[in-house]
């Protein structure tokens, strides 16, 4: 596809629950970033995936959080045993390496 | 820290004037971006800036960097209401690749 596309685009879920968000990044693209956005507020990075390098895991805010990614397509964020406070927009991006990041529309997620 | 402060953040303005939002940077970085968000959507780069009196123009807006001062620009010229909306600045580290954000400026463009 041309751009970034994230699903699904809105998810509402139980506290307690684990939940699945999906990236597929700019074809080419080799880095792929995780960002959370509360409501009225920026951007936090999450995670980080370059190439075969490993995960730049630094921005999870808890274990409960973890991501992967085949190769350099799909990645997947999940979280576990979600809490009311993960209520966000997840907003994944890619870019090629150390260049401009597109993000793809993001996924609307609330834990009830 | 990495942190990123942008002022204001909330400007509400009249059609045709001018005015700069600011953002002050923590630590030395090699690339500075500015986004803009419009409700309910995602991010879209506007522009990035690699160097010292790095100057770039799109139309109304105008961006430029100061990295000696750990300071960069977005100057508004002659608003139109189709600017409306939140503008991001975010930077990274020298040879780092994850962005920081600043908190963002929701401006509102007023007829």
């Known amino acids: 596809g041309a751009g970034v596309s994230q699903s699904p685009s809105n998810k509402v879920t139980e506290k307690g629950k684990d939940v699945e968000l999906r990236c597929d990044p700019i074809?080419?693209?080799?880095?792929l970033y995780w960002y959370r956005q509360r409501l009225g507020q920026g951007l936090e990075f999450l995670i980080y995936f370059q190439g075969n390098s490993a995960p730049d895991k630094s921005g999870l805010p808890s274990d409960r959080f973890s991501a992967e990614r085949t190769g350099e397509s799909v990645s997947t964020l999940t979280i576990q045993r979600t809490q009311q406070e993960d209520s966000a927009v997840y907003l994944c991006a890619s870019s090629l390496m150390f260049r401009t990041q597109y993000f793809g529309p993001g996924t609307r997620l609330l834990v009830l | 820290e990495l942190k990123v402060e942008q002022n204001p953040l909330f400007l509400s303005m009249q059609e045709g004037k001018n005015y700069t939002i600011y953002c002050n940077y923590s630590t030395t970085s090699d690339r500075l971006y500015w986004y803009r968000q419009d409700p309910g959507k995602s991010l879209e780069s506007l522009f990035v800036l690699l160097s010292n009196g790095a100057v770039k123009q799109e139309g109304r807006l105008m961006a430029s960097l100061d990295t000696k001062a750990r300071l960069s620009t977005l100057h508004i010229t002659a608003a139109v209401h189709d600017l409306s909306a939140t503008y991001f600045c975010?930077?990274?580290?020298?040879?780092?690749?994850?962005?920081?954000f600043g908190e963002g400026t929701q401006l509102t463009v007023n007829p």
């Open positions: 975010a930077f990274t580290e020298t040879s780092g690749s994850r962005l920081t």
């Open positions: 074809s080419g693209h080799t880095a």
